[in-house]
């Protein structure tokens, strides 16, 4: 597992982790976005180092801004004893770490997450990887990095849409392992919890599923509830001017999975309408029109979680508790949907 670190102080953490490391070169990874609010705490703790920056947005998560970074990294003369710095949300997580681990077949990299949603989740665990042909992070491998420097200093940044999409992850942590947790998570005032000691509750959450299963070949699968449907929502409307944030759409899968738990594990009626106050409460109702249920079920079939043609889900037996590998038909996710849009706030 990676090194997790937790930092009141980001320069001073920083620059005495560096001071422990060897390497040849550093480089920073960020988007636009994050050069100019996050990159800027941390500057000062650096050694030189060369930067590397990208249009900020899901949409520019591709080969094609891939091949810009590794350009950049064989133009900088990076070898294998380089060390990457990645630092901004799970965009940049994701894609900086998947080039540092397939360029010269892997040099080592630290994230630095700077969304609430890439501190709880996407930084958390080695999964690593791209869009591609619309389909979310349907190329990458599993590499640990090296470390994950977490501070809630950089949340201050973060308008209230990017927190909000990052409580969505957290919810799901309560809702697959504990339900002491879901119950105590706002949702009234949510935004002025205490961030610091929610975190380390979440990752502790999810290194604790991923230490047991770090390839996702059984249990890493609960960390997808809700993300069957929810990639789906997402990448339908990935490049639209209905485009979701990532917890928004997941939102919209928590609770279409939630019925389908009740559907296919019992999960009973008093937990779902827990489950729908409480997201309802803090991310509200988004339009999805009925014309639009096809094509989101046929991308449900690309999921990763799937054998050939049996759509796999993991679903609820109860809140605080789930399953995986349960299968689930294509006209049960059509009354999911159905189900979501018939909600009412």
């Not at 990645?86 to 940049?92: P, R």
Request: hydrophobic share 40%; with cysteine; glycine share 8%.
């Amino acid at each position: 597992m990676e090194k997790i670190v937790y930092s009141s102080q980001i320069e001073k953490d920083l620059a005495r982790y560096l001071s422990t490391r060897k390497y040849s070169k550093l480089g920073v990874i960020a988007d636009s976005h994050t050069v100019q609010t996050c990159y800027p705490l941390i500057q000062s703790s650096l050694p030189e180092h060369a930067v590397f920056v990208f249009d900020a947005g899901e949409i520019h998560k591709n080969l094609e801004t891939c091949s810009q970074i590794w350009q950049w990294m064989t133009e900088q003369a990076f070898d294998r004893k380089a060390l990457i710095i990645n630092i901004g949300g799970g965009v940049t997580g994701d894609m900086g770490g998947f080039c540092a681990s397939t360029y010269k077949r892997g040099i080592r990299f630290i994230n630095i997450p700077t969304t609430l949603l890439s501190q709880v989740d996407a930084s958390v665990g080695g999964k690593l990887g791209i869009d591609f042909m619309g389909y979310k992070n349907h190329i990458g491998v599993f590499t640990q990095p090296e470390a994950v420097i977490i501070s809630d200093v950089f949340l201050k940044t973060l308008p209230e849409a990017e927190l909000r999409s990052g409580y969505a992850e957290i919810i799901k942590h309560g809702l697959i392992a504990n339900a002491n947790y879901f119950e105590s998570l706002k949702t009234e005032n949510w935004a002025s919890q205490n961030w610091k000691d929610i975190i380390e509750v979440s990752v502790g959450i999810k290194e604790s599923v991923v230490s047991r299963d770090p390839k996702e070949e059984g249990l890493r699968k609960i960390l997808n509830f809700g993300h069957t449907i929810g990639h789906a929502v997402e990448s339908h409307y990935l490049d639209t001017s209905n485009h979701l944030l990532h917890g928004e759409a997941i939102a919209v899968g928590m609770l279409a999975e939630a019925f389908l738990s009740q559907k296919y594990l019992r999960l009973s009626h008093d937990e779902l309408q827990k489950i729908e106050s409480k997201i309802l409460g803090v991310f509200g109702k988004v339009s999805i029109p009925e014309d639009d249920f096809d094509a989101i079920i046929s991308l449900c079939f690309q999921d990763k979680k799937n054998e050939g043609s049996i759509l796999n889900f993991s679903l609820l037996t109860k809140i605080g508790h789930c399953e995986y590998n349960i299968a689930v038909g294509k006209e049960e996710i059509l009354q999911s949907l159905r189900y979501y849009n018939d909600l009412t706030t």
